[in-house]
């Protein structure tokens, strides 16, 4: 990333995450967290079965994503489900057949199954 050195530099940056926002708009953000207690817990297992499931269900405009450490590790693996003109849902304490559930029922209709973990954190929008 450049460095940023003036106002003008923070404006261009702004507009070109909005613009990669507005690009994800009709997109399923999944973000599967893979930090250590998660992959200890089955999280690379977790992620596999939703990719898989989600290809079985037809659906195709997933984006999958990994991150590290949520802070939930009583609930591994966590998964952070954001639905396009929705806020983002966590879930945990999933399995492989806990992921293909959510992926047919959450990511095809946005019927909510499973643990939803609550929200400790407030988003920033650019």
Request: hydrophobic share 40%; glycine share 8%.
């Amino acid at each position: 990333m450049a460095k940023i050195s003036s106002v003008a530099d923070l404006m261009t940056l702004q507009a070109e995450s909005k613009a990669k926002a507005a690009a994800k708009k009709d997109k399923i953000i999944v973000n599967v967290s893979l930090a250590t207690c998660s992959i200890a817990s089955g999280g690379k297992v977790v992620m596999d079965a939703m990719k898989d499931e989600a290809a079985k269900q037809g659906i195709s405009n997933v984006e999958y994503m990994q991150s590290g450490c949520m802070t939930y590790c009583h609930s591994e693996p966590t998964v952070v489900v954001t639905l396009p003109g929705k806020d983002p849902v966590c879930f945990g304490k999933l399995d492989e057949t806990g992921a293909r559930e959510l992926v047919q029922k959450y990511l095809k209709s946005g019927e909510v199954t499973g643990t939803v973990v609550p929200v400790n954190y407030n988003r920033v929008e650019l």
